[in-house]
């Protein structure tokens, strides 16, 4: 059982982390779909030039112990993801003092979930993935704004295009930060074992 220490931070003891499953814990940090808005979140892959490559997205929804995020299957993300199909997101939550970080195995969503988050998006970012294309980064500024206001008017109701995608990054090492504005801040780190978890209690 998770306290509310647990979720909250400061008074749970080193001689609790064992006992609480990440998995659990990072559900409860994440806000379920509709609760919130979407949490940006840092994404890190591995460029073809070995480079960590680092950029914000948002956190589509945390479900079956994974992080899952969405994007156009042409950008720079996509290639490197098919390349190195490892990844490292960071979640922070400053007014809290929170921070998430997550690394593991990264594979495609499934079309039903992908459907689901796209129809679950807000009409400004449903748009977005139809237009935010190369020939309308190409256009001037005026051409762009005539082309969205165009697009919008005559597609009332959208379904996600062909270029959407969903990815589901399956978590291998859990990093919970928590701030403590009376002493020292803390991490605590779950590393997947064959049967278990390991827990290492860090210095912030």
């Known amino acids: 059982m998770i ?13 609790e982390y064992p006992s609480i499953d990440p998995i659990r814990l990072a559900g409860m940090w994440i806000p379920a779909p509709g609760s919130a808005p979407p949490p ?12 960590p490559r680092v950029r914000h997205v948002l956190l589509s929804e945390f479900a079956d112990g994974a992080v899952y ?8 993300k996509v290639a490197e993801l098919r390349d190195h199909p490892q990844a490292a997101v960071a979640v922070a939550w400053p007014e809290v003092g ?8 990264v594979t495609r969503a499934t079309a039903a979930e992908e459907r689901a988050v796209y129809a679950r ?30 697009f919008d008017a005559a597609h009332a109701d959208l379904e996600p ?6 990815f589901a990054l399956r978590p291998e ?14 991490r605590v780190r ?9 827990v290492e209690v860090l210095p912030g």
Not at 3 to 15: E, I, K, L, M
Not at 98 to 105: K, N, P
Not at 161 to 166: F, I, L, T
């Open 40 to 51: 940006l979140m840092a994404l890190a892959t591995v460029g073809a030039d070995g480079f």
């Open 190 to 198: 779950y590393r997947r074992a064959e049967t278990a978890w390991t």
């Open 173 to 186: 090492e859990f990093t919970f930060w928590r701030g403590d504005p009376d002493g020292p801040s803390q």
């Open 98 to 105: 929170r921070q998430l970080l997550v690394r593991g195995t």
């Open 69 to 76: 995020f969405h994007t156009d299957t042409g950008s720079a």
């Open 3 to 15: 306290t509310s220490s647990a979720v909250f931070g400061q008074d749970c003891t080193p001689a």
């Open 121 to 150: 998006r807000g009409r400004y970012l449903q748009l977005l993935a139809w237009l935010n294309t190369p020939e309308q980064a190409a256009l001037p500024v005026a051409a762009r704004h005539a082309a969205w206001t165009e």
């Open 161 to 166: 295009p062909g270029s959407w995608a969903g």
